[in-house]
Nanobody, 124 residues
Framework: QVQLVESGGGLVQAGTSLRLSCAASGRTFSNYAMGWFRQAPGKEREFVATVNWSGSNTGYTDSVKGRFTISRDNAKNTVYLQMNSLKTEDTAVYYC?????????????????WGPGTQVTVSS
């Protein structure tokens, strides 16, 4: 079992930055690739970013490339999502998740453990 808890969400203005954190406990954190997903009201949960077990390989959905950066600190059992140049369309509940494998994973079904989510609201 892996327990995940996100933090760092909030209400910000468009064009500003926010950093989300996700603290993990339970099984060995470095065994898992990690990901961030988001779900806006009335929409399905969508992939945002992924990082492999060591942090050496990452992947992003096209809409956040160049603006968001995923990273991890295995010594702290924490994964981060640095979000810059935020847009109103980034408004959503953001979830972190632990994948079933150690390698970057882009599909929702590839993830086994999920946090409860943190709200990010970007105002114009």
């Amino acid at each position: 079992q892996v327990q995940l808890v996100e933090s760092g969400g909030g209400l910000v203005q468009a064009g500003t930055s926010l950093r989300l954190s996700c603290a993990a406990s339970g099984r060995t954190f470095s065994n898992y690739a990690m990901g961030w997903f988001r779900q806006a009201p009335g929409k399905e949960r969508e992939f945002v970013a992924t990082v492999n077990w060591s942090g050496s390989n990452t992947g992003y959905t096209d809409s956040v490339k160049g603006r968001f950066t995923i990273s991890r600190d295995n010594a702290k059992n924490t994964v981060y999502l640095q979000m810059n140049s935020l847009k109103t369309e980034d408004t959503a509940v953001y979830y972190c998740a632990a994948a079933r494998s150690a390698f970057v994973s882009f599909a929702l079904y590839a993830y086994e453990y999920w946090g409860p989510g943190t709200q990010v609201t970007v105002s114009s």
